[in-house]
């Protein structure tokens, strides 16, 4: 059964510092999706990755494939990024099927 | 930048009623799905779509349930017989190509279903 796992469930962070949050993925998962859900529960995609980092503004995304984990870094953070992001690792489920498993996803609040 | 639109936002039907949920996707993508998040919950997949034809399901989609696209833009989740536990958001999201070729998803702002 694949399995990710997110951490830390609660984040609280004052606005302009580094968020990390991390994510850790069973064997059988060959790519992870990062998502941002508002407040609101709109969901946002943010990055899909298969190897390597991807940058997007003040968003990075990390993923190293020998250790099965993956990073979500905001920089220079702000209350505006205050929402649960969620890690949803992609996995082959057989007869040309895939499936994505979802993170519990991680709440973050940046404060003023 | 065009996205996928979900209505209603917010649906109450009683135990037993049958519902539908709507779902308008990126008008030039061919991949659909629908998620559900019970409350305070992880996001669970229940079906993909392509072709006119479900392409995969989870074992939370039974018999209660069936997807329809009707008339080539429109994308529709219908529970026949609403139960308290179906009580959840319902994320339809949408393609370009098929996730296990690395394509993003795009999702709609949910449906959000009370089942009293």
């Known amino acids: 059964k694949n399995e990710v796992e997110q951490s830390p469930q609660n984040l609280t962070a004052q606005e302009g510092e580094f968020i990390t949050i991390n994510c850790s993925y069973s064997v059988g998962i060959s790519a992870l999706h990062w998502l941002q859900q508002h407040p609101g529960g709109g969901i946002v995609s943010l990055f899909m990755?298969?190897?390597g980092k991807k940058k997007h503004g003040r968003l990075i995304a990390t993923i190293n494939i020998q250790e099965k984990h993956s990073s979500l870094h905001i920089t220079a953070s702000h209350p505006r990024d205050s929402a649960v992001y969620i890690c949803?690792?992609?996995?082959?489920?057989?007869?040309?099927?895939?499936?994505?498993?979802f993170g519990k996803g991680t709440k973050l609040s940046v404060i003023p | 930048e065009p996205e996928v639109t979900q209505t209603p936002s917010h649906q109450v039907t009683q135990m037993g009623q049958e519902v539908i949920l709507r779902c308008v996707p990126i008008s030039n993508h061919l991949y659909f799905y629908w998620y559900r998040q019970i409350l305070g919950q992880k996001v669970e997949f229940l079906v993909s779509?392509?072709?006119?034809?479900?392409?995969?399901k989870s074992e939370i989609f039974d018999d209660q349930f069936s997807v329809e696209r009707p008339d080539g833009s429109n994308f529709t989740l219908k529970i026949r017989s609403t139960k308290l536990e179906d009580s959840a958001m319902y994320f339809c999201a949408s393609s370009e190509a098929w996730v296990g070729n690395n394509s993003p998803l795009h999702f709609g702002n949910g449906t959000r279903l009370t089942v009293t």
């Open positions: 990755l298969s190897s």
């Open positions: 779509f392509y072709n006119n034809e479900i392409s995969e």
């Open positions: 949803a690792g992609l996995s082959y489920s057989g007869a040309g099927s895939y499936q994505l498993t």
